[in-house]
Each structure stands twice: as C-alpha cells, then as structure tokens.
RNA sequence: CGGGGUGUAGCGUAGCCCGGUAUCGCGCUUGGUUUGGGACCAAGAGGUCGUAGGUUCGAAUCCUGCCACCCCGACCA
C-alpha cells in the first residue's frame, strides 16, 4: 500500500474512491453495486442518524417500520411513480431453494413461484399509502407524520461507494395532512431540517430550491431540494422534500371525513436523506492527506498520541493523560488516546490525518517538564504548543471553531465557484470550469434537455430566494423571471 | 447493453511475448533495538496464479468458453 493518496487535482474520483476505502468507512461487496460500510463509516452514518432523528422527533414526527417486499401490483397504481422507478427495480420471483438433482449445490424451485412477484422497494410511499388507507377516517386521524429508516434497493447501471449503490441505506419521511396548505408547510419545513442539519453538522452549506419538471420525484406535484457544491465544483443533491398533491391519495384511496362530514382525499409529502450524505461530506471537506470530518460528526473528536521511550514514561503520561480524557468525555467530547506501541507517533500522526480526526493532541516527555502539551488542527494542519493546564478548554473551543471554520471555507469556496452568466457563449466557456452557473432559463422542458446534451449541465434547482429579475433565456433567449442554478452534478 | 482494461498471498505488483509449479514491496507472526511526522535488524507464516476445458512429457505463461471486477458512455438519489 504507498502511503499517499492520489491528489484531488490529478484525478478527483480516484482520490476519492481511494479516500473511502483507506479511510476504512466502506469497500465494494461480492455483490455487484452493493457496499459493506465498515465499522468507523457506519460511526459517523450513527451520528447523523441521531442528528436528524432527534430533529424528526422535534419536528413531531414518530418512526415505523414497513416492509422490504412491496407487492408487483402496488406499484402500477401511480402512473408516473411506476414510470420513474420500473427501469431499476430488483423482483423477488421464487420463494424457495432446492439442491440441483445434478449436483452442483441449490437451484431455484421452479415449483416454488410466487403468485404475485414482489418489489424490493425502491421507495416505500406504495406499501406505505396502502396502509394510510386503513389508518385514516377522519380530520382527526390527520396530520399522520411517519418516517423509517430503511434500506432500500434501485438496481443501478453504474455504482461508487455512496454516492450511488444498488442498495443504500437512508429515511423516507411519509406524511398525510388534511389541507393542500399543511402539507406544502410540511414540505417546506423538512426541507429546512434538512439544510440545518447540512449546514450546521456536516458544516456544508446548501442551496435550497425547487426542482424542474424534468427533475422531479415521480408522483410528485413539487419536489425541494438541497443543493451542494464538491470540491471538482460539481453539484450533489443532499437532500430531497416532496409535495406529492393528491397522487398518492387517489391512486390508493386514502380518503378522510371532514369537519362538514364531507369526503376527501388528503394530501401527501414524502422526504428523504440516504447514504449519500456521507459522500457529500467527504468531498466538500476532505484534502490530499485524508478525510476533514466536522466535529459533530466525527467518531473521534480528539486523539491523544503519546510520545514515550519505555514504560515508566508512559505511565507518566498517562498519570497526566486519564484526568484529561475523563473531563472531556463529561463534557461530551469523545476521545481516544492511543497508547499502543507497536506504531510510531508519526504513523499515528498520519493515521488519524488519514481519517479525519478533527483534534491531535500530541505529548512527551519534554512537555512534561514544560508543562504544555502539542494541539494539532486537521482542518488548517497546524499545531502549536499549549499551556497544559487549561487544554480541556481550549480543546472544547478548538472544536467549536473547526466546525466553524470548515462551514466557512466550504461557503466560500462555493461563493467563488458560482458565477452569473448571461450569454450561451459565456455559458459554454464556464461550465467546462465547473461550479454553479447562476443563469436566465425559460421555463421550458425543451431548453433545459437542450443544455443537457450540449453540455452535461443540469438545471439543479431554482433557488428558494431567487430575485425576481427580468432577463432573457442564456439559451434560447426568451423571456425569463429569474435565474436559476446549473451544474454538473453527481 | 456498447467500447476499453484487469484478474498471481490480506493489499499493491514482477513473471506471460519466448511453457520447466512463482518475484518484490507493504502488511502479518516471533525476538530484540526504537519512538517529537508514516522506525530498524533478524527469523518466520502465508499462493487451487479468477474459473472450466483444450494443446503439451510439462501451463501463471499458448488456445477456447465462462465468470467477476474496474474505467469510459446511455439511466439515476
């Protein structure tokens, strides 16, 4: 194994592919497309679980389970649902295995067919509509506000570890309300969690819009969204919210009685966040040396090395060290100090680099005598010697400002990669250098499969807080109301 | 599904053209010396050469089929 990675300049997707598996947060399975998330990744996927179930449940959310298997005939019930999910849907036909009678172990049972085939899900709002119908009779059984964490299965052409596999782990929010108006505020409302928690955990700042027609969910009326920036200057959408309408609610007759004692359909979002935050994380952050993880998330916070010839030098360490790691775990801070012996400081310096430890506290015994102690920033790479006493605090602080510090530099790092564009020359030049294109569009399905073709551009969102403007069309030059965000994107 | 590539120890590789059962590095084990930015010495363990068949006295090497994975396209969160 050479010690280095590959540079993000000389080749971004080998960087990061490579990034992933030394990093040890996931490796390709025996099955194709599918990925075994190792132990230290499935850490930080934990914390973001937290995180965002913890906001779920402020937000009045409760979670259920739903099935894996969703029956063949659910899914033909809403037209345009069918039509965005059929092309990748994995189908359990046999229920039962038997051993070739020619040797050469088990066999399908061709005895043993199903009646009706079953759908891994590839989303669950079939099943889960299915069963609102029976949960929901009146205005009073609404708002039904469920999410699960799941996992779910769209059978991909081409896969990378997290970004996009065949199976991937995430939370499906499902909710049910009694007025068009709730349910859009719902929409509207998980769409902010989720560029709260973007911004302030992963410390990725988001643009918050709305899907195109050509980008929208199948069977959504309105689909919101996040939108990242990479560090290649490519987009990744980190999050999705949709207002489904009436659609699911017709296509499986999910009526409700309301206060007039009246029948209606209710009205329908559905939201989710996957795996692929973990993708968006490591790319906005990481450098040539390792991953960059935000404090909140990261599994280690701190990392103390200890730097000793001998027994006798660690005991006395660690008769330094033990107070210090306790008064930082009771302040919630998670440490680890790392006193094996069989590597030397400076593998363990570049080890913990590797994997993003945010904080290196580093000490020996010349610090002992000085009474200081070595801090070691990952985001900034720099260190400088401390005052022993007091470094519970400055380590609480030092966190507090890496998480801020690396909001910051992902913020304007996208501030200089996003630039307005107002002609289709300009346009062509800019996008070859990656980044946002902030640009007039006329509205139009045409124009925007236009731009694709020509330039691998995708329309990523309409901004939330666009300004009105008037402007022409950068491609077609028809009138347009506001600028909308394009990119390449993941 | 098209185009390209690769399968040799846990990982990365040499050998293949020109057949004679396998090279080197990392890692691992044991012992010793080390430790302020990826330590060193010594001794070890570890391989159905992707798979099935063929040619041959003999196949990692030549031939054929199959499988898997990676990269590039069409599809997608």
């Given at each position: 194994m050479s010690k280095s990675l590959p540079s993000r300049s000389e080749n971004y997707s080998e960087w990061y592919n490579e990034l992933v598996k030394r990093a040890d947060l996931a490796e390709n399975s025996a099955v194709r497309g599918c990925m075994v998330i190792k132990p230290y990744g499935f850490s930080i996927w934990e914390k973001m679980q937290r995180a965002l179930d913890d906001m779920f449940k402020e937000t009045s959310h409760t979670n259920a389970y739903f099935p894996l298997f969703i029956p063949?005939?659910?899914?033909?019930?809403e037209a345009s649902h069918v039509e965005g999910f059929a092309k990748e849907c994995a189908v359990v036909t046999h229920y039962r295995l038997k051993n070739d009678p020619n040797g050469g172990g088990v066999i399908v049972d061709p005895e043993a067919k199903l009646e009706e085939e079953l759908i891994v899900r590839p989303t669950s709002e079939t099943v889960i509509w299915s069963t609102y119908k029976n949960w929901?009779?009146?205005?009073?059984?609404?708002?039904l506000l469920i999410n699960q964490w799941a996992n779910v299965v769209r059978w991909e052409m081409r896969t990378r570890l997290f970004?996009?596999?065949a199976e991937f782990l995430w939370q499906e929010g499902h909710t049910a309300h009694s007025s068009k108006q709730e349910a859009i505020e719902e929409t509207e409302q998980m769409l902010e969690v989720y560029a709260n928690f973007a911004e302030n955990f992963m410390a990725v700042p988001v643009i918050k819009g709305i899907k195109t027609a050509n980008e929208r969910f199948a069977g959504a009326e309105e689909t919101y969204c996040i939108e990242a920036m990479m560090q290649d200057g490519k987009a990744l959408q980190a999050g999705t919210s949709h207002f489904l309408g009436q659609n699911f609610a017709k296509a499986f007759d999910v009526k409700f009685l309301n206060k007039e004692n009246q029948q209606e359909f209710v009205w329908g979002t559905s939201w989710g966040v996957s795996t692929r935050l973990m993708g968006a994380l490591i790319m906005a952050h990481s450098d040539d040396q390792g991953l960059v993880l935000p404090p909140k998330l990261a599994p280690i916070q701190v990392v103390i090395v200890p730097i000793f010839k001998g027994e006798e030098q660690l005991n006395n360490i660690k008769s330094k060290i033990d107070p210090i790691v306790k008064e930082l775990r009771s302040k919630g801070v998670s440490v680890k100090f790392d006193t094996t012996d069989n590597q030397s400081p400076g593998f363990k310096f570049a080890e913990y680099e590797l994997k993003g430890v945010p904080i290196r506290l580093a000490i020996g015994n010349r610090d002992i005598e000085n009474g200081t102690i070595e801090l070691a920033r990952r985001d900034t790479k720099s260190k400088q010697s401390m005052p022993f006493e007091g470094i519970v605090d400055s380590v609480v602080n030092t966190l507090d400002e890496i998480q801020h510090a690396i909001y910051q530099k992902a913020l304007d790092f996208r501030t200089e990669n996003t630039h307005q564009v107002n002609t289709w020359e300009e346009f062509q030049i800019q996008i070859e250098k990656g980044g946002f294109i902030s640009a007039h569009w006329d509205g139009t399905s045409e124009t925007e499969e236009q731009i694709k073709e020509l330039t691998k551009a995708t329309i990523r969102c309409i901004p939330l807080d666009a300004k009105e403007e008037v402007g022409t069309c950068v491609y077609s030059g028809k009138p347009s109301g506001r600028r909308v965000i394009f990119a390449r994107a993941y």
């Open positions: 063949k005939s659910y899914l033909s019930k929901i009779q009146s205005y009073r059984d609404l708002p970004l996009r596999t």
